[in-house]
């Protein structure tokens, strides 16, 4: 019960000298001087009252203060993630938009193509896994003038053909790693025709046909396609390197392992050379 009481008094107390004290101040702004006198005395009674009350509410306070400036930070935080991770994807793309850019552009000036017409294409599948290791796909077709057999070269050399009747806006290129696959060589500085043919995804091209065991080559020439009558391949069209030389006795013929020049792996974009023979001797 005294307890009560004196709670009660002490809350009685703290009112009238807060009012008391909103009054005075009225007053001493309006320059009542018999009050000023009184004035430090009323503040040194209050200031105790006054700090044990900023004692209660300033925990509240800062609690207050640092959750909704928590909730602010944390906002601002994610706003720079946000922005950080759009700022990163956007260097991504440029990269890539320039490393694309750069590949399509080494294509467009290939020093061998001279004057034949030619379409670049960007392969949209590419040769993944054991399934099909032997063919892209390509986004031109016969609405770019394509057409069945056509040699397809990189800046590096001939890397496949045209295999099968090309769709509108598609085509599908069969590599020369295929071991099914045939062209028609000379060995730079030699007269012999010869024949090469792929050896599997990541070896060599072998030359097994048509080069006389006395014709002299040596490691480390070059081989172009041959461009005989009626050959589906240009003239002078880079194949690769010899780089072994082994000898048929019996059929008198030189065997060459040739190391492509073109890489047939991680291809971006091809140029497709629309190259008719039948069509320049009609």
């Keep these: 019960m005294a307890t009560g009481t004196r709670t009660g008094r002490s809350r009685f107390t703290l009112i009238f000298l807060l009012l008391s004290s909103a009054t005075l101040l009225t ?16 503040s040194d009674l209050i200031s105790p009252l006054r700090t044990g009350a900023d004692r209660v509410f300033e925990p509240v306070g800062d609690a207050w203060a640092g959750v ?11 706003a720079l993630r946000q922005e950080l991770q759009m700022l990163e994807g956007q260097r991504i793309l440029d990269t890539d938009a ?69 769709g509108r806006g598609h085509s ?19 007269d012999d025709v010869a024949l090469a043919s792929g050896g599997g995804h990541g070896e060599p ?10 014709t002299e080559v040596a490691v480390g020439h070059e081989v172009v396609t041959s461009g005989v009558d009626r050959s589906r391949y240009p003239p002078g069209i880079p194949i690769g390197i010899v780089t072994n030389i082994d000898y048929d006795e019996a059929r008198l ?30």
């Design 172 to 190: 599908r290129v069969t590599l020369l790693t295929d071991p099914g696959f045939e062209v028609g060589v000379l060995v730079v500085g030699t």
């Design 27 to 42: 007053l001493d702004a309006r320059e009542f001087e018999p009050l000023q006198r009184t004035e430090e005395t009323l």
């Design 205 to 214: 091209l072998m030359v097994t046909k048509g080069l006389e065991i006395d």
């Design 98 to 166: 320039a490393i694309r850019l750069e590949l399509l552009l080494d294509e467009l000036g290939l020093p061998y193509v001279q004057d034949i017409p030619n379409v670049v294409g960007e392969v949209v599948t590419a040769n993944v896994g054991n399934f099909d290791r032997y063919s892209v796909q390509i986004n031109r077709g016969s609405e770019d003038g394509i057409r069945n057999g056509m040699p397809v070269v990189t800046r590096g050399g001939l890397i496949g053909r045209i295999d099968g009747d090309p």
């Design 253 to 282: 013929l030189q065997l060459l392992t040739v190391e492509p020049s073109a890489n047939t792996d991680n291809l971006s974009f091809v140029t497709v050379l629309l190259y008719d023979p039948l069509a320049e001797d009609s």
């Design 68 to 78: 909704t400036g928590y909730d602010e930070l944390e906002a601002e935080n994610e």
